[in-house]
């Protein structure tokens, strides 16, 4: 529904389905919202040009609307999704919104791929302790570390500043 640049893709196809949906007495959809594809490019530079459109799809239709906002940073995610719950209902008036920050794919049978953002895993590569890692040393490149929750690592932000911005 949303690619990898953030456009809405078959706009038209989905507002048929939509309609299907409302039409069946459907009171609502959930959306998930990746990490890697708003802040993609370059910390703090977003775009949320292909959900926004959705959004006003869905807000048309006066369906009821669910976002996940997908990440997994390994981290007390209580304190981190209250704060990002509260921007987002603000930000995009949304009826709920949950968020969490990791990557999508890339194991065997998916058929999507969504990235950390570039960015990120550019730090990773000469810093791969951002990384989740198990007991035994390994490093899991999908997900970050609850040790920089507060930890300046991310081009100056920590991670839970990631979260809040």
């Known amino acids: 529904m949303i690619n990898i640049k953030c456009e809405l893709v078959d706009p ?19 959306v998930d919202c990746w990490w890697g594809i708003v802040e993609a490019h370059a910390p703090q530079e977003y775009n949320w040009n292909g959900y926004k459109r ?14 996940t906002i997908i990440s997994l940073i390994i981290v007390s995610c209580s304190l981190a999704d209250a704060i990002c719950l509260m921007w987002c209902l603000v930000l995009l008036t949304l009826d709920q919104v949950v968020m969490s920050f990791h990557e999508c794919g890339g194991n065997f049978g998916d058929d999507v791929c969504i990235p950390l953002p ?19 040393g390994r490093h ?3 997900c970050l570390s609850w040790g920089i929750d507060k930890e300046r690592v991310l081009r100056g932000r920590t991670a839970l500043e990631v979260m809040m911005t």
Do not use: Y
């Open 12 to 30: 038209d196809g989905l507002l048929k389905q939509l309609r299907v949906l409302k039409s069946v007495h459907v009171d609502g959809v959930m």
């Open 118 to 136: 570039h960015w990120v895993a550019e730090i990773g590569r000469s810093n791969p302790d951002i990384f989740f890692t198990d007991r035994e």
């Open 140 to 142: 899991n490149p999908e």
């Open 54 to 67: 959705l959004f006003q799809m869905v807000r048309e239709l006066k369906l009821k609307l669910q976002v």
